[in-house]
């Protein structure tokens, strides 16, 4: 697609429950990132794909995060049990390449509300 | 590891007075510095970007950023800004061989009329 699309664009949770985000890149770009951003906060990196590869999930919250891209395209972040605190605005960015000084094309983000 | 610090949360400015947003960055590699900008109901963009050589990079919109690597420093700067320019402006830094980049906690420009 013409850029980077995040679905849905505002989630309401119970505490609790399960939610899947979904990311779908540029079509070809190699990375995918997804960050967390918090009311009043930069984005703060949860992890990183190279392709189908998880190469760094180091800013996972805890173990109710979970990330895949099983074909090296289209990426889901997965919030099990949610929690107060996780609400934020959830970022996907791509870039075409591996390099660190690529641009990244961001979504428009889904905001995760739970209540 | 590496982090920024914008000071400043909020710089209200005039249309067509100058504006300077301030980023400071700490990491102990060579780095590659960003600034993205994100215009209100839209996803952050990038607006420019310091890799290597000249210490002074400019956007197409007017906005220029000097590295500064003896005060850790990547201010943003535009002679006169607009109405348009109103937006929330992170800095962002890359370095040491990581993919990740981390982002500062943004300043929200608000251009008054």
């Known amino acids: 697609g013409a850029g980077v699309s995040q679905s849905p664009r505002y989630k309401v949770a119970k505490r609790g429950q399960d939610v899947a985000l979904r990311c779908d890149p540029i079509s070809g770009h190699v990375s995918l990132f997804w960050y967390q951003q918090a009311l009043g906060q930069g984005p703060e990196f949860l992890t990183y794909?190279?392709?189908?590869?998880?190469?760094?999930k180091s800013g996972l919250p805890s173990d109710r995060f979970f990330a895949e891209r099983p074909e090296g395209s289209v990426s889901t972040l997965k919030i099990q049990r949610t929690q107060q605190e996780d609400s934020a605005v959830y970022l996907c960015?791509?870039?075409?390449?591996?390099?660190?000084?690529?641009?990244?094309?961001f979504g428009s983000g889904t905001q995760l509300s739970v209540l | 590891a590496q982090s920024v610090t914008q000071l400043d949360s909020q710089v209200p400015v005039f249309e067509e007075a100058p504006v300077e947003l301030r980023c400071n960055y700490s990491?102990?590699?060579?780095?590659?510095l960003f600034w993205y900008v994100q215009y209100p109901n839209q996803g952050l963009q990038l607006l420019l970007k310091y890799l290597s050589g000249s210490t002074l990079v400019e956007s197409i919109n007017g906005f220029e950023a000097e590295f500064n690597k003896s005060q850790t420093s990547f201010h943003l700067r535009k002679p006169s800004v607009h109405i348009s320019d109103t937006a929330e402006y992170f800095c962002a830094v890359a370095s040491g061989g990581y993919q990740k980049v981390t982002f500062g906690t943004g300043t929200k420009l608000q251009v008054i009329p």
């Open positions: 794909f190279q392709n189908e590869a998880q190469l760094d």
């Open positions: 990491s102990s590699v060579s780095v590659y």
């Open positions: 960015a791509s870039t075409l390449g591996t390099r660190q000084n690529e641009k990244l094309f």
